[in-house]
Protein backbone atom coordinates (compact mmCIF):
# COMPACT_ATOMS: atom_id res chain seq x y z
CA UNK A 1 0.00 0.00 0.00
CA UNK A 2 1.42 3.48 -0.84
CA UNK A 3 1.22 6.37 1.21
CA UNK A 4 -0.57 9.39 0.29
CA UNK A 5 1.59 12.65 -0.75
CA UNK A 6 1.58 15.26 2.48
CA UNK A 7 0.95 18.08 -0.02
CA UNK A 8 -0.10 17.54 -3.79
CA UNK A 9 -0.68 20.36 -5.93
CA UNK A 10 -1.57 19.79 -9.49
CA UNK A 11 -1.86 22.93 -12.21
CA UNK A 12 -2.26 26.28 -9.46
CA UNK A 13 -1.92 29.19 -11.29
CA UNK A 14 -2.30 33.13 -9.75
CA UNK A 15 -3.72 35.66 -11.41
CA UNK A 16 -3.46 39.22 -11.13
CA UNK A 17 -4.62 42.61 -12.11
CA UNK A 18 -1.79 45.32 -12.64
CA UNK A 19 -2.50 48.94 -10.78
CA UNK A 20 -5.97 47.37 -9.33
CA UNK A 21 -6.63 48.73 -5.89
CA UNK A 22 -9.62 47.06 -4.29
CA UNK A 23 -12.57 45.78 -6.21
CA UNK A 24 -14.79 47.09 -8.66
CA UNK A 25 -17.92 47.98 -9.04
CA UNK A 26 -20.46 45.03 -10.83
CA UNK A 27 -21.32 47.65 -13.82
CA UNK A 28 -17.34 47.71 -14.37
CA UNK A 29 -16.72 44.01 -14.41
CA UNK A 30 -19.85 43.48 -16.69
CA UNK A 31 -19.16 46.20 -19.09
CA UNK A 32 -15.18 44.84 -19.04
CA UNK A 33 -16.78 40.93 -19.73
CA UNK A 34 -18.79 42.12 -22.56
CA UNK A 35 -16.14 44.18 -24.28
CA UNK A 36 -14.03 40.46 -24.28
CA UNK A 37 -17.32 38.83 -25.75
CA UNK A 38 -17.46 41.32 -28.12
CA UNK A 39 -13.72 41.24 -29.23
CA UNK A 40 -13.40 37.51 -29.06
CA UNK A 41 -9.80 37.24 -28.28
CA UNK A 42 -8.28 34.40 -26.55
CA UNK A 43 -5.48 36.44 -25.48
CA UNK A 44 -4.88 37.49 -21.94
CA UNK A 45 -5.74 41.13 -21.23
CA UNK A 46 -2.16 43.43 -20.78
CA UNK A 47 -3.88 44.38 -17.67
CA UNK A 48 -3.08 41.10 -16.11
CA UNK A 49 -0.44 38.95 -15.42
CA UNK A 50 0.13 35.37 -13.99
CA UNK A 51 2.41 35.53 -10.62
CA UNK A 52 2.38 31.99 -10.80
CA UNK A 53 1.17 29.47 -13.47
CA UNK A 54 0.52 25.42 -13.86
CA UNK A 55 2.68 24.62 -10.88
CA UNK A 56 2.06 20.78 -10.21
CA UNK A 57 4.41 19.12 -7.42
CA UNK A 58 3.63 16.69 -4.55
CA UNK A 59 5.44 15.87 -1.23
CA UNK A 60 5.60 12.59 0.23
CA UNK A 61 4.94 12.37 3.90
CA UNK A 62 7.87 12.59 6.22
CA UNK A 63 9.87 14.44 3.89
CA UNK A 64 11.41 18.03 3.72
CA UNK A 65 11.53 20.18 1.10
CA UNK A 66 12.17 23.85 0.19
CA UNK A 67 11.28 26.25 -2.67
CA UNK A 68 14.06 28.45 -4.12
CA UNK A 69 14.30 30.60 -7.18
CA UNK A 70 15.39 33.98 -8.43
CA UNK A 71 13.76 37.22 -7.07
CA UNK A 72 10.57 37.22 -8.59
CA UNK A 73 9.55 33.81 -9.53
CA UNK A 74 6.70 33.29 -7.19
CA UNK A 75 7.98 31.68 -4.42
CA UNK A 76 5.90 33.72 -1.98
CA UNK A 77 3.15 34.07 -3.66
CA UNK A 78 3.01 29.95 -3.65
CA UNK A 79 3.35 29.85 -0.30
CA UNK A 80 0.71 32.51 0.13
CA UNK A 81 -1.73 30.87 -1.95
CA UNK A 82 -1.14 26.94 -0.71
CA UNK A 83 -1.74 28.83 3.13
CA UNK A 84 -4.87 30.22 1.46
CA UNK A 85 -3.65 34.06 2.68
CA UNK A 86 -4.03 35.29 -1.12
Known amino acids: MTELPA ?31 RSREAK ?16 PTGTVCGIIGRNGSGKTTLLKVLTSIT
Open 44 to 59: ASLNEFFAIRNITFSV
Open 7 to 37: VEVRGLSKRYRRGAIGVRSLREEVEQLVARL
